[in-house]
């Protein structure tokens, strides 16, 4: 998958999904005791495209906006970190979405989202453009998308359909989340698109969501036996399982110890980086390695993408090269 499709001007990866508001507490606990929130941007697909941008990878991300004040606050904050924003609508009919963090001691942050109504969900099939996913060399989709609203199913089907009849290859994270849709619903639409995937990228729970197999090698292989190319189960800091491409028997890739202050987003960290290195050519054992050391870095930092690694500080990283810090 390595090099560039030629006779095209686009990025080369596609993403389509919507991007929030996110407002993280300064405090943790109960969001009614909550005083002070700090604002920023999330939404796992602009994630994987900043982070993709981070690593050199050119990266478009097609969505809507409201026509409101945080719908130019993404939009500039995207176009800032180099995301091609030109197939991006300002809807004026619906507001941006907005999600509140609720920081919980020792454990993953709970989440409340505002985003029913929201113009993302307003996304449809019309609005992704032909070439501009035909000319890409990778689409990347996730579960989150198809559950904002038929449409936006509509439109991801749309995508998957049309890169894979340009031969653009297709990866999917299914990023289930259960206050979007039932498991039920969740796993007939994550299965259809994990059965066109050229790459599947589960966390342990999502692998069984979608095969039934609690042992995440057995899930892997499975999702390997139902058509993925490559399937990728997250672990978290245990690392990654891979299956699929020369990998015959599901391969661990061991995960770097360290101490989270955010977890959330560290997926979207794995993605992007393991996705980079396959652009680049590298195996995926390689790749998930990269991806394992982008999923720590960014659990290091507050926030959902900020903790992102451009490639300097992830190559530093995985040499054990400690920056200086006085
Ligand atoms: O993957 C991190 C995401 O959960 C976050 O940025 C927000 O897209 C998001 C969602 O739907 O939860």
């Known amino acids: 998958m390595s090099g560039r499709r030629t006779g095209q001007g686009g990025p080369r990866v596609v993403t389509l999904g919507e991007s929030m508001i996110v407002l993280n507490p300064a405090t943790a606990g109960p969001l009614r005791h909550v005083q002070t929130f700090h604002r920023s941007l999330a939404g796992a697909e602009s994630n994987v495209a900043i982070g993709l941008v981070r690593l050199g990878v050119t990266t478009g991300w097609v969505s809507r906006l409201g026509d409101d004040e945080f719908g130019r606050y993404a939009l500039a904050t995207l176009r800032g970190e180099g995301v091609d924003v030109s197939r991006v609508i300002i809807d004026d009919a619906a507001p941006t979405a907005v999600y509140f963090k609720e920081l919980r001691a020792g454990r993953d942050p709970a989440v409340y989202y505002y985003r029913r109504g929201s113009a993302a969900s307003r996304l449809g099939p019309a609005d992704i453009g032909e070439e501009y996913v035909a000319g890409a060399e990778l689409l990347h989709v996730t579960g989150i998308t198809p559950a904002l609203s038929d449409s936006c199913a509509r439109a991801v089907f749309t995508a998957i359909e049309i890169a894979r009849a340009a031969g653009v290859k297709v990866s999917f994270d299914p990023n289930y989340r259960s206050k979007l849709w039932s498991s039920e619903q969740a796993r007939t639409t994550m299965r259809q698109i994990a059965r066109q995937a050229d790459i599947v990228m589960p966390g342990i729970a999502e692998a069984e969501l979608l095969t039934g197999h609690q042992d995440p090698a057995r899930a892997a292989a499975a999702l390997v036996a139902a058509g993925a190319g490559l399937a990728v189960v997250k672990l978290g800091a245990a690392g990654a399982l891979v299956a699929g491409g020369e990998t015959t028997t599901p391969q661990n890739v061991p995960g770097f110890a360290v101490t ?20 680049s050519g590298q195996s995926p054992i390689a790749a ?13 930092v507050v926030g959902d993408w900020e903790g992102m690694p451009e490639g300097d500080a992830l190559a530093a990283f995985m040499a054990g090269r400690e920056a200086a810090a006085r």
């Open 260 to 279: 989270p202050v955010d977890s959330i987003g560290a997926g979207d960290a794995f993605a992007a980086a393991f996705l980079a290195g396959i652009l």
């Open 288 to 300: 998930a390695r990269q991806g394992n050391s982008a999923g720590a870095m960014a659990t290091q």
